[in-house]
């Protein structure tokens, strides 16, 4: 056997254990407690021993007037981290009924960096970051929710509106959505 | 002829068995280590006393099997979580259509015993995760023929954890080999001593992924139909069911969805092998790549046990889609890395000390330089600077006692901003 062991036997050695930290939990606790995040995003954590799912709240209201489009909304997204994080990205789904271009009705969302452009060295800041980004510039090229993206490219105003109306919880174009505001 | 002496071949082997690896065992080269005991001494050690581990009796693990048996290894461990499916049995040559349904460990274990004369192979049928740091000690190599990153990435972290400077035995090699279509690798992991599974995490590709809206809007393949049906549809349709993507009933429903979606967009190629390949992300696997690889690592494992030609250093890459190329380098450590990286720090502190004074301390310490960290053992967490909610659960703590909340020896993990990956700290008491 090469050099970097002697050939004796150590009944010793088995007998000394040490516990382990696995490098996806050693990986979330340096994400979490060095997340970055701006007043308008705060975590939430069912059980706060169970770092690996929780639940992340956007109430977006940064950004120019243009830009002010979900204001006044509180929109909830689960985190659920598995074991081979950060080979395998966060699972996040919208909790909520949202008209969002990129959001479908299932709570399925539409950002690269969750799917096909995920890397080991992106993090959960980057991906809460890229969530938000998504109610700042709703993106109508990437659509989930087709007819939102469609009203986003027709007309503004229009979509608008829409945004605001399914926000209070009503009806757009026959289907119901979930009441977000917050005031 | 006389029955075993010291490696020598024994009753049942049949006649000049070892002519050939004894060319290379019996007499020291110009290139072989000082410590080669050309003769007895190494026999004796590859066939009477070393003992290896087979992880995954696969594609790979069939032919790692066969190489060590072959080439004089007589105590092997082999553990294998999966059963026999017949798709397997193009290549999986020690598995038969009568095996179908059996779990590959047990099977391949009495196939080579049988096959064989005087070998042990004990075969586990299950999952690495059952198994413990004093299970993993009594091997002196390891060889891994994996499908899985995870799996990976637990025995490396395993086997770098097993390590302690005051036992030499505790390293234990890891020649990790793997194969993806015609491409393949093979890496001699030296725990500690050279770049770890973890240290590679970025060289990974990307599993296949297409966006999630081309999949729900704009599908052009076979396989974005395929996507649409288990991302989309199945939680849908399905709610909380969990996909299990070994259940031929679940792929039928796959199948089914995913054709009707192809046919709505005009798209031909969707079949049930295809969905089945896409949902468990397979790639087909090539024997001959797979012959080539497991060759590579068991020359490596029979270099390591007898130390009769350096071993490699440390990474091996196939390249057979054009043509053959290989290429061999050094993966460097990362100092980050999340395993093998960092710094580990033995402290001795007073029973009477508070987590807050603990903290206090390791902002002090000059020499890490570490500005609000948090921290955790592995069940718990101590204290955790952010965010807002986890600082206010472990707050409390601050005022505890480290005694209360870390065993004697125990392992504190520490991570801050100003740290590059994490520090491992050994708390003891004084």
Redesign the interface.
Known sequence: ??????????E????????????A???V??D????D?PSTM????PD??D?LNFTLTITPDEGTYIHRMYEGGSFKFSFAIN??Y??DPPRVKCLQTIYHP?V?L?G???L?I???D????LNLNSVMVGLQYLFLEPNAD???N?EAAEELRRSRDQFLYNVKQSMRGGQVKGQQYDKVLVQ | MAAVVNGNPSSGDWQDRYYDVDQILDRPGPRT?H?FMAGDGVKD?LRN??KILVIGAGGLGCEILSNLALTGFKDIHVIDMDTIDISNLNRQFLFRQKDVGQPKAIVAAEYIMKRVPGMKVTPYYGKIQDK???YY??F?LVICGLDS??AR??IN??LV??V?PD?????K?LIDGGTEGFKGQARVI?PT?TSCY?CS??M?N?PT?????TI??TPRLPEHCIEWAS??EW??VQGDKKMDTDDPEHINWLYTVASARAKEFKIEGVTWSLTQGVVKNIIPAIASTNAIIAASCCNEAFK????SAA?LNNYFMLIGTEGVYSYTFEHERREDC??CGGESLDITVSRDWTVDRLIEMLVEKQDIQIKKP?L??????IY???????EE??RPNLEKKVSDLVPDG??V?V???SLP??L?LRITYS
């Open positions: 056997m090469i050099k970097i062991w002697s050939m004796k036997k150590n010793e050695a088995a007998a000394k254990k040490k516990p382990k930290t696995s490098a939990q050693i990986r606790q340096k979490l407690t060095e997340l995040l705060t975590t939430t954590f706060p021993a770092l074991t081979n950060p080979h990129n479908d299932e399925n969302v539409c690269n969750l799917r096909e995920w890397k080991p060295v990437d659509p989930l087709k | 280590a410590s050690f006393q070393c413990d740091d004093d000690m009594q002196n990153v995870e990435r637990w972290a395993t954890n097993l302690d036992i030499p035995e505790s390293l090699p030296l001593a973890e995490l970025d990974l990307k992924a297409f966006p999630i809206c729900a809007n991302v989309l939680p849908r390591i046990a007898t130390t071993y999340p395993v948090s955790s053992t592995p069940t718990k967490q955790f600077q952010a965010p807002p909610q986890l659960a472990t125990g392992e993990t991570t801050a901003s990956f994490s491992s």
